[in-house]
């Protein structure tokens, strides 16, 4: 492994190149966009350079300017509503025109630019399977929280505690199997704790990219189920600045909140400053009514002020998020049969610090980013003082070289990891103190060819645990051990365009992730999951194998995309309900996994108003060598069809614009495969939801002044409990998810030069 470490070393310095001149000469960029069908400009389009986070916007004429360019090859996006994406590459050293013609959007598979090994790149260049959230369906859709926003794609669900806490799933796997990346870093929290969320705020994410299956090549360990990265709101264009209003209110559980954001771009110095706060009441359906506990407080700043040079930019992100959510409790009456109130909660504060700077350097990019996180939560039982009190610090840190599009072959370099102290400082415990170290070198490579790209990596992390022993009321309640922990991944793929309208694609991907400190040295009651856990100081790494095939085909009335996966985890972690010394105690074990499905998605566009769109996922979950009732991995998703059929309205009027109307459905399927041991799962009947959104852009004089939104959820008022709820096993015949609820959502947009 010293060998594998030291080649890895020498990777990461070969590829900056000797000639390590800083890019410094400024290049301005002009054009026009106009619509393909009329040659009628196009007002209001973005036009955007990922990798520079540099861009413009169409004026009255169609017509932008980018000044203070560098003079590099690197790749363009325009964008804007209703039309499909263009993604090209340009040479800023001899372009200083480019027009551009949009097209009405139709059933051709989107293009859009992605994260990828090396940097920026096409979705469609990408061998393994990634989803886009883009913004306008960020806008459209009814969620309490970001997570809840994007569990509707495929392979995406979600493990709830009520309405104000979701914790992602891909493909069958959550918790520490996925990273979540935020403001360049992954969100450090409580990941292990079944009654703990994404402490992000939602209004502050643009889009999100979900990159499907491990993906430790770029993150480390905790990758191997896949990641989601929340995008930020692109830079303004220089020279304007923009203040933007929303709010939304939901009838259900009476949440209401509004955001406040304003940012704008001055000489090249940008900043990006948002205040958001959400306040959601106690959610009801129609077996349980009023669900106590489920209420929460939500409060958010964000801020960004960087600087945007020919030579790269420098920006400096702050944030503060604090969650008040009550704790379900689950208690009935035992002559009413109705759920007592609940005077348990919690108190979740996460503060951030990021300084994310990109130099361009030899014809590619330097990247170097490192950020400082605490994360501090507390529960409380009705009193003052809190019962279990945690804080965690992490520092981290990423710096790597990322060659330009200058050349058919791409590649990256780096080193990356963090650095983590976590402390106990209330009366109550769950697990011991501990700090972390980790560091991970990698470096990949993709090369393209006429109608064949290739890529791969290798990438090797190593990392320290010290657990520090802690005594109780004069016993010994923790012990002091340390492990140190190691592995290699990495992974390989292909895409082949076969013509323009099939594209296939396979990767095979290795991935890592070390025990974290709940599975090895947890001892204590887990409130609000009815189970004592105890650690297990003897676990392993998890490792695991997923190869990955898709398909896609496009056309202008239909387009469909298949992806098949199989994932095999050696050493995998689960919790184990023990027969003594009482029911209630469960401790961890290991076994061999193995997950198969798939993910297909169909849309038809008949005419061009209409879309019809569907979408089905499948997991089948289970553990190897294990009898029938424990071989079934728990919170598996139950299989899923969603459609939605969509009507554009009015497409590009003078008064109203992007004006549509949307009837969706999501039909989950029973789920027998259930962890029926000792009554850890039971089977969930399935059930169908009902769903109507409508919307519009609202104009005037060219320029849209306001977006409205209104949407109704579960229709029919449907009582059902998801398979992925933990509230399904409350006290009896557990709680039912939230029931009919309207909302209406409105954002005003202000721009101003």
Sequence with gaps: MKTIFSVLLM??????????DITTNKVVLRGRVTDAIDGQPVVGASIYFPQLKQGAATDEKGQYIVKGLPAIKTTIQVTYVGHLTIIQTIDLRTATTCDFVMQENNAMLKEVVVTGLTGSIRADHSPAPISVVPPQELQVVASSNIIDAVAHQPGVSQITTGGGISKPVIRGLGYNRIVTVNDDVRQEGQQWGDEHGIEVDAQAVHSVEILKGPATLMYGSDAMAGVLVLHESPVMPQGTMALNVGTEYQSNNRLFDYTVNFAGNQKGWVWNWRWSEKDAGEYKNRVDGRVPGSQFHERALTAMLGMNR???????????YNLKPGLIEGERDEDTGLLEPSEAFQKIGHYKAVLDNSFLIGGGALKAVVGYQQNRRREFEAADEPGLDFRLHTVNYDVHYLQSADSDWQYAAGLSG???????????????????????????????????????????????????????????????????????????GVIYNINPQWNARMNLSKGFRAP???ELGSNGEHEGTFRYEIGNQQLSPEHSWQLDLGIDYSSEIISTQISLFANHISNYIFLERLTSPSAGFYQYRQGTARLLGFEATVDIHPIEQLHFENSFSYVNARQLHQPEESSWLPFTPAPRWNCDLRYDIIRDGHALTNTFLSLGLECYLRQNHAHTAYGTETPTPSYTLLNLTAGSDLRWHNRTVASVYLSATNLTNRAYQSHLSRLKYAEG???????????VKVLIPLTFR
């Design 516 to 518: 974290n400190l709940s």
């Design 310 to 320: 020919s030579w790269g930019y420098s920006h400096l992100k702050l944030s503060y």
């Design 733 to 743: 015949p557990g709680i039912c998810n939230m029931g009919r609820s309207f909302g």
């Design 11 to 20: 990777l990461v310095c070969v590829c900056v190149p000797a000639s390590a």
């Design 418 to 492: 963090m650095w983590q102290y976590s402390e106990n400082l209330g009366d109550e415990y769950l697990i011991p103190s501990y700090r972390l170290f980790d560091a991970g070198l990698f470096a990949s490579v993709t090369r393209q060819f006429d109608q064949l790209t290739l890529s791969g990596g290798l990438r090797y992390d190593i990392r320290h645990l010290h657990s520090y022993e802690q005594e109780d009321e004069g016993e010994m309640r923790f012990t002091d051990f340390s492990h140190n922990y190691q592995g290699l991944t990495g992974s390989v």
